[in-house]
Nanobody, 117 residues
Framework: QVQVVESGGGLVQAGGSLRLSCQYS????????MAWYRQAPGKQREFVAHVTSGGTTDYADFVQDRFTVSRHNGKNTMWLEMNSLKPEDTAVYYC???????????WGQGTQVTVSS
């Protein structure tokens, strides 16, 4: 069984920065892609960024070079560095783990990010 835990959310003023962390533990899952999603109140969950086990990254258009995703395979950890935060970035941010070794993706419980204007 695999567990995923996010941390690092909080309240920040517009223009500020936050660093989110996601760490997984449990059984081995091979080469996994780790991703960040977010869900704002009343909206659908949306893709933010991902990083493959080989280090390839991809971002949603709204990130606009403000966010950086990275990972440390040896520590089973991924980070999301968020800069120039906007009120519209307010959401619960979720970590998603996917791998061919898993029958379905594994999600964390989410961490709240609130950006005040």
């Amino acid at each position: 069984q695999v567990q995923v835990v996010e941390s690092g959310g909080g309240l920040v003023q517009a223009g500020g920065s936050l660093r989110l962390s996601c760490q997984y533990s449990g059984t081995s899952i091979g080469a996994a892609t780790m991703a960040w999603y977010r869900q704002a109140p009343g909206k659908q969950r949306e893709f933010v960024a991902h990083v493959t086990s080989g280090g390839t990254t991809d971002y949603a258009d709204f990130v606009q070079d403000r966010f950086t995703v990275s990972r440390h395979n040896g520590k089973n950890t991924m980070w999301l560095e968020m800069n120039s935060l906007k009120p519209e970035d307010t959401a619960v941010y979720y970590c998603r783990l996917s791998s061919t070794w898993l029958t379905r993706p594994v999600w964390g419980q989410g961490t709240q990010v609130t950006v005040s204007s």
